[in-house]
């Protein structure tokens, strides 16, 4: 059997991501994403299950968060209940954009006791 023919999409969380267990118990991830490119405009729902997802994400869980841009390989589209749905076939965290960089950095130099003044 020839290997899925797979579309490379680049996009952000619009939720935390979160687990999923398939019924023959493998454990995996779904990710509630809207593209970059405005290929789907109501955005889309992807699961990505087996050894590799779940790795993913205990690595990743907590920068896993809604605005978080992720470069994926998706295959199997389909559409359950009027939703967009499609298998995730590899993902990866995509290079932090600017205005996140920058946010981090502050909050790193940003003392995290309100009120506390340092002399």
Known sequence: MSDPVTLPIRAYL??????????????????????????FPDGITVQWLGKEAAEFY?????ELTAGRCLDLELFHFRSVQNQLRASVKTCQLAPLAPSWIKHADKSISTPSTPGLRLV
């Open 14 to 39: 619009r939720m935390r991501a979160g687990t999923c267990v398939a019924a023959d118990t493998t454990r995996g991830i779904a990710l509630v994403l809207r593209d970059t490119g405005g290929l």
């Open 58 to 62: 205990d690595r990743h869980q907590h």
